[in-house]
């Protein structure tokens, strides 16, 4: 194994596995508000809201995530005629894909609360979005805590997908490098290392988020 060239490579990787955190950053937050409104509306008893909810997660999760990049990077600028960053297609297309998965967490976690919260809550008085702010989403956030944690890693390493668009996140970074080197075996396995440093990162804070 050639440590020099790991040794020479690894500043230029870790650039690259700082623009992944900041890529997945904004993608879980986009796709946690997203998922947040998509999975009340899928409870909702507004029943377009419903509708319009249950065709936007089927949708998102019926198709890949990198035909959902190449949608909003290359097809999009042809119906708008404005060309799209990489980076705000990357977190675009990230978000709105994590939304759908988010959603459905957020539902099944606001299914999980007992009926009769919601019940007590308007016998006080409550409307049903208050009802749902101040009694059923705080209970429901510690359950659900778990799913979220596992979306937020799957998003860490699908964020990779980003480089086939010119992305020069962590991945892209380690395919320049390797073009430019040929070292595919030490590369790739700082690369791999780098990415298990992250998730295991996130995994801990989850973790202590849950016993908090």
């Given amino acids: 194994m050639n440590f020099e060239l790991i040794q020479n490579a690894l500043p230029i990787l870790l650039i690259g596995a700082g623009v992944t955190i900041e890529i997945t950053a904004f993608s879980v937050a986009v796709g946690f508000i997203i998922g947040l409104f998509v999975g009340i509306a ?11 909810a249950a065709v936007y997660a089927d949708c998102i ?3 890949p995530l990198l035909v959902q990049i190449f949608l909003i990077y290359f097809a999009l600028p042809m119906i708008t005629g404005q060309r799209v960053e990489p980076f705000i297609a990357a977190v675009a297309a990230c978000g709105i894909n994590s939304g759908a ?7 099944a976690g606001i299914q999980s609360i007992d009926v009769g919260q919601m019940e007590a809550g308007r016998s006080l008085g409550l409307t049903w979005w208050q009802t749902m702010r101040y009694i059923i989403l705080p209970q429901a956030f510690k359950n ?6 596992n979306e937020f890693i799957a998003m860490l390493k ?5 480089s086939v668009i010119g992305f020069e996140e962590l991945t892209r970074r380690g395919q320049l ?9 030490e590369i790739w396995m700082t690369v791999a290392i780098l990415y298990l440093i992250m998730t295991l990162a996130i995994s801990r804070f989850v973790a202590w988020l849950e016993k908090r």
């Avoid at 409870?43 to 419903?50: F, M, P």
């Avoid at 490098?177 to 075996?185: K, N, P, V």
């Fill in 42 to 52: 899928r409870i909702c008893r507004i029943k377009i809201l419903r509708l319009l």
């Fill in 177 to 185: 490098i390797i073009a430019q080197t040929y070292g595919s075996f």
């Fill in 61 to 63: 999760r019926g198709t």
């Fill in 158 to 162: 699908d964020s990779s997908l980003v």
């Fill in 101 to 107: 998965y988010v959603s459905e967490i957020f539902r």
């Fill in 144 to 149: 659900i805590l778990p799913p979220l944690g």
